[in-house]
């Protein structure tokens, strides 16, 4: 499932706007997203996940598209704001239906909707991450670990008593090497 986040507005509907106006206090606030995001995920997740920040706020000399610990970052500078290039990602994304679209704008998710795409509001998404970072983490289970006998202890025994009369058997056929065992050597 991809992700796909309207920056600004999650950072504005949560704690990651800094202090004051300036052009740095945006650069600080896109910073702490974006470190939340990389050590909220695992790397597959980041590698899935998108970004976009409008562009009239971003540096002087960024780059309209980067990426941040396997995080795509847009800057929407060929568009109006953020909310219409999400749409028109949102319109060329090849399966939208495997999209989740994170922002409290009510026209980015009329446009995740029309795709079928999924949304969620910033401020919903970013408590169920918090909440999801506080849980303790699950230890991969070990492949090596016993799960218990697959069978109960009679058919074990019943297994092993029919092991032990296959091995009693003749492995050879009847008659098999008897004309070796009636002939004397001269």
Not at 59 to 72: A, D, N, Q, S, V
């Amino acid at each position: 499932m991809s992700l796909l986040i309207d920056g600004y507005n999650l950072i504005f509907q949560t704690n990651f706007f800094g202090s004051g106006n300036d052009p740095r206090s945006l650069e600080r606030s896109r910073k702490r997203l974006l470190d939340f995001l990389v050590n909220s995920f695992d790397e597959a997740t980041r590698q899935r996940t998108t970004v976009v920040f409008d562009a009239k706020n971003a540096p002087h000399g960024l780059p309209r598209c980067e990426h941040y610990h396997g995080i795509t970052v847009h800057f929407a500078a060929e568009y109006d704001n953020a909310d219409a290039m999400i749409g028109d990602l949102l319109r060329h994304d090849s399966v939208p239906r495997q999209m989740t679209v994170v922002s409290s704008d009510h026209e980015v998710q009329k446009a995740a909707k029309r795709r079928r795409a999924k949304f969620i509001d910033s401020e919903v998404w970013y408590e169920r991450i918090l909440r999801q970072r506080a849980e303790p983490p699950t230890a991969p289970e070990d492949p090596t670990r016993s799960h218990g006998p697959l069978l109960t202890p009679e058919e074990i025994s019943l297994l092993a008593k029919e092991m032990a009369e296959e091995q009693r058997e003749d492995i050879f056929p009847p008659g098999y090497a008897e004309d070796l065992f009636g002939e004397e050597d001269p």
